[in-house]
């Protein structure tokens, strides 16, 4: 099934949308005269947005930061930025999350998915010793799918989809620098194996 998605840089003044964003910085709120709004922030692979729901009294609060929901409002100009007055906002269940919803939500590393997954192969062929190589490429087989997904991180570096990825092959490039400087004195085999492995419980930790 075809899924079009209006990214949010491409958002422009007056525009109607009803689509689907990731929720971030969900606040229940009251104006001056006690009436109750909803304030929130829409996220994409492409950017962000604020978002504000006049006279609200649905079910969403900051316990649904990270979900997804669907948006029909209207694209304004607020203190010169631009903000969705949201007319409609309802949660989105999983099971309705298609892969292609996913990867147009949730950031993605700046990387060529191919190239960078041919590189960290080829760096698993390289291991010279036998029960390494097989280790990694064990392991690797078996949890390729999430281990091409995931982010590296929560926060603070690769937090992005495919972070994993793109933090592995970088730290890949890096051993290869330092290998070619100290050939003598460094354990190739374990240093590759170490790097392509080190992050392996991450799997076990990102739900997504």
């Known amino acids: 099934m075809f899924y079009y998605h209006n990214y949010i840089r491409d958002l422009t003044d007056g525009a109607i949308i009803s689509d689907q964003y990731i929720m971030d910085d969900v606040r229940n709120c009251l104006t001056r005269s006690g009436k109750p709004y909803l304030s929130a922030t829409l996220i994409d692979a492409s950017g962000n947005v604020p978002v504000v729901v006049w006279d609200y009294n649905g079910s969403l609060t900051p316990a649904n930061k990270g979900d997804v929901v669907s948006v029909t409002g209207r694209v304004v100009r607020y203190r010169d930025l631009p903000q969705i007055q949201a007319e409609q906002l309802t949660l989105v269940v999983p099971e309705q999350i298609s892969d292609e919803m996913r990867s147009a939500l949730v950031p993605a590393a700046p990387i060529n998915f191919s190239e960078c997954a041919n590189f960290i192969c080829s ?10 190589r097989s280790l990694c490429d ?3 087989q078996k949890h390729w799918e999430l281990y091409t997904v995931i982010p590296a991180a929560k926060s603070v570096h690769h937090a992005l989809r495919n972070g994993l990825m793109m933090h592995t092959a970088d730290m890949l490039v890096l051993a290869n620098t330092l290998i070619a400087h ?4 460094i354990n190739r085999d374990l240093l590759i194996c170490g790097i392509l492995l080190h992050d392996l419980g991450k799997l076990f930790e990102f739900e997504l």
């Open 123 to 132: 760096m698993v062929e390289s291991i010279q010793d036998p029960q390494l």
């Open 138 to 140: 064990h392991l690797l």
């Open 182 to 185: 100290n050939a003598t004195e």
